[in-house]
Nanobody, 124 residues
Framework: QVQLVESGGGLVQAGGSLRLSCAASRRTFSSWTMGWFRQAPGKEREFVATISWGGGRTDYADSVKGRFTISRDNAKNTVYLQMGSLKPEDTAVYYC?????????????????WGQGTQVTVSS
């Protein structure tokens, strides 16, 4: 059983920063593509960022490009999402996801495992 556990969410003022972490329970983490998604109330889950298994390639949604940075530490089985210049519209539950086989993708249903989510609230 694969477990992904997110942490680091919270309440922050607009313009502030947060770093989310997602710890995986499997050593095979280092071979997975990892992604971050988010879901705001009343909206569909949307892609935020993804990173290749080695960390050399990344992809971001246009809405977060230049403000968010995805990274990973395979020795710690952990992926991070550094969020800066936060806006109220970034408020959502943020989920990390793992794709055990396949290339980087923005498509949620391509991911095999999901965390439980962590709430990020940005006040104006």
């Amino acid at each position: 059983q694969v477990q992904l556990v997110e942490s680091g969410g919270g309440l922050v003022q607009a313009g502030g920063s947060l770093r989310l972490s997602c710890a995986a329970s499997r050593r095979t983490f280092s071979s997975w593509t990892m992604g971050w998604f988010r879901q705001a109330p009343g909206k569909e889950r949307e892609f935020v960022a993804t990173i290749s298994w080695g960390g050399g390639r990344t992809d971001y949604a246009d809405s977060v490009k230049g403000r968010f940075t995805i990274s990973r530490d395979n020795a710690k089985n952990t992926v991070y999402l550094q969020m800066g210049s936060l806006k109220p519209e970034d408020t959502a539950v943020y989920y990390c996801a793992a794709e055990a086989m396949g290339p980087m993708t923005r498509i949620a249903h391509k991911y095999d495992y999901w965390g439980q989510g962590t709430q990020v609230t940005v006040s104006s």
